[in-house]
């Protein structure tokens, strides 16, 4: 009979055990995952947010050559495809100007 209620012991432990060892690693699982999708979530928001601010106030990158945005100004600006041959962009913007004006019809 004692030696029944030890085994019964040993196995209930065993079983304590293994649930709390499956519940630590799930736990650490659902962490991850959450923070994976937080991370997503910010990237497309940041991704979303550059891109309305780029219509408002165009970026330009006027300290370095052939940047992503130089070369996005160049074809919006001079409306021609840039060949492979074009080298050594750099564009500036005056955003202070008393000429420029905010398109707000790029906006929405």
Do not use: W
Not at 64 to 83: C, G, H, P, V
């Amino acid at each position: 009979m004692r030696q029944l209620k030890k085994d019964n012991n040993v196995r209930l432990t065993l079983y304590i055990l293994t649930v709390i060892l499956i519940f630590l690693s799930s736990c650490d699982k659902i962490k991850n995952k959450g923070k994976e999708i937080a991370s997503n979530a910010e990237n497309k928001i940041k991704d979303k947010s550059e891109k309305i601010i780029d219509k408002a106030f165009p970026h330009f990158d006027y300290d370095k050559a052939d940047s992503k945005f130089n070369k996005q100004r160049f074809t919006e600006y001079l409306q021609i495809d840039l060949s492979a041959d074009i080298l050594n962009i750099y564009c500036f913007g005056d955003f202070l100007g008393a000429d420029y004006k905010v398109n707000s019809s790029l906006i929405n």
